[in-house]
């Protein structure tokens, strides 16, 4: 299976300010027909997860846009521009590449 | 809307059996891939299984923790999908959501169902 590690495992960021997650795959993303299918997830406290970017950097309906996602190959990002209150959630990278799918282990963002 | 809803969580003893459900609506779900994903506190989220659309073969996939003891099938008539559990462990004992994907890696997910294997 694809091991997907991700860090931080803990984000403490000030409100207003940028923050980044990094998730690094143990083996290449890139599916037989091109595409990279590499996840971002958001889960807030009590919710179930919502996807947030797909394929590496589309953000899925309804997502702001200081959220985006970079990378290739197997190291990818996810920034947030502005953290904002609401953004406090954990977050996962999830790769559809390979069979079966698996996800990061989360990385809490927390707000100093 | 594409939404799905579990049900059927609850608790049971090690070695036994219980069936989720999951109705589907706002989408075709006779042409959806459907998986079911399972969430521990100390495993973080697990994908254990799909079935794919029977134009695509109605196929189904398992993850090895759950392979041989979980059977993943469908209803179209009723937009349902179902996850039975036989043989249940304490290691079982997670949050399942259903997740239907339009796309590879696109993947809208419900609210959950919490099962407890405990004696």
């Known amino acids: 299976d694809v091991v997907m590690t991700q860090t931080p495992l803990s984000s403490p960021v000030t409100l207003g300010q940028p923050a980044s997650i990094s998730c690094r795959s143990s083996?290449?993303?890139?599916?037989?027909?091109?595409?990279?299918?590499l996840s971002w997830l958001q889960q807030r406290p009590g919710q179930p997860p919502r996807l947030l970017i797909y394929?590496?950097?589309n953000r899925f309906s309804g997502v702001p846009d200081r959220f985006s996602g970079s990378g290739a190959g197997t190291d990818f990002a996810l920034k947030i521009s502005r953290v904002e209150a609401e953004d406090v959630a954990v977050y996962y990278c999830?790769?559809?590449?390979?069979?079966?799918?698996?996800f990061g282990q989360g990385t809490k963002l927390e707000i100093k | 809307e594409v939404q799905v809803v579990e049900s059927g969580g609850g608790s049971v003893e090690p070695g036994g059996s219980l069936t989720l459900s999951c109705a589907a609506s706002?989408?075709?779900?006779?042409?959806?891939?459907m998986s079911w994903v399972r969430q521990t506190p100390g495993k973080g989220l697990e994908w254990i299984g799909r079935?794919?659309?029977?134009?695509?073969?109605?196929?189904?996939d398992y993850a090895a923790p759950v392979k041989g003891r979980f059977t993943i099938s469908r209803d179209d008539s009723k937009n349902t999908l179902y996850l039975q559990m036989n043989s249940l462990k304490t290691e079982d004992t997670a949050v399942y959501y259903c997740?239907?994907?339009?796309?590879?890696?696109?993947?809208?997910w419900g609210q959950g169902t919490l099962v407890t294997v405990s004696s």
């Open positions: 999830m790769q559809a590449t390979q069979f079966p799918h698996t």
């Open positions: 079935i794919k659309s029977y134009s695509a073969g109605g196929t189904t």
């Open positions: 997740t239907t994907s339009p796309a590879p890696g696109v993947d809208y």
């Open positions: 394929k590496i950097s």
């Open positions: 083996q290449s993303l890139v599916h037989t027909d091109g595409n990279t299918y």
């Open positions: 706002g989408f075709i779900f006779s042409n959806a891939w």
